[in-house]
């Protein structure tokens, strides 16, 4: 179609290729990342003379920021992915895997570049041809014991060796391993590894033999101090955290949480060994797919300047579509969550028939637990007009609780970042929330005596302290609303985007690139 040799016209600012070789002609090697969720900055392409490759899942809902640099064009920047049922344009290629017994040896690998950054998708028709990913760990772990491999393997085969490689969660923790053992005598063993961990509760954890099975990696690696767990498993995630170069969580606090035995599932003891390696860095938001100004989804756009007129025009449509009671004057609190234990919606539970008091409307958008959902459907019988329990994900709907809700529910027993509250703060909804993880790091608590802070906290796991932190939030709105509108305000100049991260990332990388 007139897109140059080899290429094929899929999207109008999407060139999808054959796969081959990829060449900047500006520098030799670069970064790698694997993994299942690149919602951090992946700032390699700042980054002069090292350039960037990302192996990630595509199913991952966060952002990766691999925006370029007009002023630093001395890179590239490449990801890596299973391609499951993402078919555009492969081109099969032959891989021979000295380990793991029922490995094929046949690949297929689909290439795109978009904005600068190379994207191949790994294809197998053995292991992302059926099933869906996360809901069964047994089929999961042979995936994505393969897609490890494969990743390297195929680098190894385009001659595109990386600087470092940046893994993400369980699903891609065996790239450190494969690093220092099957692959260390080849180009793409020279990289340092970085190991991210967005969720620890989730760790690849199963029986050993079968693991090994698998994997096919030696058998030093399965010892009490790197993969063994419990005698008898194996834990894929904890054989990462012993063989990458750093680890990094998903806020600073978070990285503190997860030493401690209440947050460290498990792992506690293992990170604490390890603690030289860990660094906090926070997500951000894509600023400009959230952004109320443009946002297409809005009956009124605004920005800081005029939100606090036409929130009230947001307000009204919300109230309007969801079968609230239309009035500008009762506060309206959302909560936009799964709805499971983690998000803290037993205490939710506890304090609802306290707030409603005939001011106050709460918006429930979500799905999760069924007991949960059957409650949250009884308070919207119970208190029609005031309760809307919307039980499902829709995403005008999202945006419209965002832009029309007076404030946000995130109180979490635990967050390892947290995308609500930075969305809530982006569109002038003031955060109510837990002081855990990413959510004490991104919302500093309301102080009266000098009009600061952008919401409103509470510390300990306690009903009643999120009944007082509503309560003072409600105080707030209703008796000195001058100094809610100030923080409203606060709260959209707020920088919530991934260029303060995008720093922290690309020091980071700069920091284990290798020195010529």
Known sequence: NGVGEGEVELYPDVAVRTCKKVTDGTCDRGILVCGTGIGMAMTANKVPGIRAAVCHDPFSTERSVLSNDANVMCMGARVIAPQLALYLLDIWMGLTFKNGPSTPKVERIMEYQKDGVVYDFIDNDEFFTWGNPYTNLIDDIPKFCYFAKASLAALNYLDWTPDIVHCHDWQAALVPLYLRTCFQNTNVGRANAVLTIHNLRFQGIYDRKMIQYWSGLPDYVFNKDCMIQNWL?????????????????????????????????????????????????????????????????????????????????????????????????????????????QKGLDLVNAVIPGIMDGNTQVVVLGT???????????????????????????????????????????????????????????????????ETGGLKDTVSPYNM????????????????????????????????????????????????????????????????????
């Open 233 to 341: 498993d194996a834990n894929m995630l904890k054989g990462g955290i012993a063989y990458c170069n750093k680890i990094t969580t998903v806020s600073n606090t978070y990285a503190g949480e997860i030493q401690t035995e209440e947050y460290g599932e498990g792992l506690a003891e293992h990170l604490r060994y390890h603690n030289n390696k860990i660094r906090g860095i926070v997500n951000g938001i894509d600023t400009d797919n959230w952004n109320p100004a443009t946002d297409k989804l809005l009956t009124a756009n605004y920005d800081a300047e005029s939100a606090v007129e036409n929130k009230k025009i947001n307000k009204k449509a919300l109230q309007e579509s969801l079968g609230l009671e239309v009035d500008d004057h009762k506060m309206v609190i959302g909560l936009i969550s799964r709805l499971t234990n």
């Open 368 to 434: 999760g637990d069924a007991w949960y959902e059957n409650t949250f459907r009884y308070y919207e019988y119970k208190y029609k007009g005031s309760f809307c329990a919307y039980i499902d994900y829709n995403e005008n709907v999202a945006h419209g609780i965002y832009s029309g809700c007076d404030a946000i529910l995130v109180p979490s027993r635990f967050e390892p970042c947290g995308l609500t509250q930075l969305i809530a703060m982006r569109y002038g909804a003031i955060p109510i929330v837990r």
């Open 449 to 516: 005596y000098d009009n600061t802070g952008n919401g409103f906290t509470f510390d300990r796991y306690e009903s009643g302290l999120l009944y007082d932190a509503i309560n003072r939030a409600k105080t707030l709105y209703f008796e000195s609303r001058k100094y809610w509108d100030d923080m409203v305000i606060r709260d959209m100049n707020k920088d919530v985007s991934w260029e303060k991260s995008a720093k922290q990332y690309k020091d980071l990388y700069v920091e284990l690139t290798p020195r010529n």
